[in-house]
T-cell receptor, first 114, second 115 residues
């Protein structure tokens, strides 16, 4: 039972263009959503998050949009740079049993080419 | 160091052997988490520590898996009688507290290969 889904395993974007990574979830009890970026042989690095009470959060080139009615969130990267090439994981959390258990999607591999 | 540290970075062992994986969280972080990532998949939650206690062990795949944390710091994940399906990257994360608005900070993981 996948509660968090990233349906695109890979995405290729030209440098300078917008990258849009998508994520769907099924559990309406999630109250926080996070995006992590992962390079090979390294652990995931926190990128940006959004509370379920908001619909947009922006941090520099990165913006996360949340559509609660559709149970969908997306990460926009503008402009995309070659250094953004990595695997991006969407994660959702809620105080399940009193703690912050993250449920991860399978990831989307982003390739930004010159 | 400033980040979460895990050791060893790589471990190759024969089926049936026991392995112990170590995690040093960020100093002052009370919450500690273990995850597993199999090839081509997302991260799978294993266990969570708040201080030295583990309120939820339901993510552990079998009774061959156990974990402990001492001094509200170092944690070890032990896998007994390893099987080939245990091959994965084991990731540790810590956060300042257990709140859902607290990002988890990950180590680089231990890549475990069972022959």
């Amino acid at each position: 039972d996948q509660q968090v889904k990233q349906n695109s395993p890979s995405l290729s974007v030209q440098e300078g263009r917008i990258s849009i990574l998508n994520c769907d979830y099924t559990n309406s009890m999630f109250d926080y959503f996070l995006w992590y970026k992962k390079y090979p042989a390294e652990g995931p690095t926190f990128l940006i998050s959004i509370s379920s009470i908001k619909d947009k959060n922006e941090d520099g080139r990165f913006t996360v949009f949340l559509n609660k009615s559709a149970k969908h969130l997306s990460l926009h990267i503008v402009p995309s740079q070659p250094g953004d090439s990595a695997v991006y994981f969407c994660a959702a959390s809620g105080l399940t049993g009193g703690y912050n258990k993250l449920i991860f999607g399978a990831g989307t591999r982003l390739a930004v080419h010159p | 160091g400033a980040g979460v540290s895990q050791s060893p970075s790589n471990k190759v062992t024969e089926k049936g052997k026991d392995v112990e994986l170590r995690c040093d969280p960020i100093s002052g972080h009370t919450a500690l988490y273990w995850y597993r990532q199999r090839l081509g998949q997302g991260l799978e939650f294993l266990i969570y520590f708040q201080g030295n206690s583990a309120p939820d062990k339901s993510g552990l795949p079998s009774d061959r898996f156990s974990a402990e944390r001492t001094g509200e710091s170092v944690s070890t994940l032990t896998i007994q009688r390893t099987q080939q399906e245990d091959s994965a990257v084991y990731l540790c994360a810590s956060s300042l507290s257990r709140g859902s608005n607290q990002p988890q900070h990950f180590g680089d993981g231990t890549r475990l290969s069972i022959l």
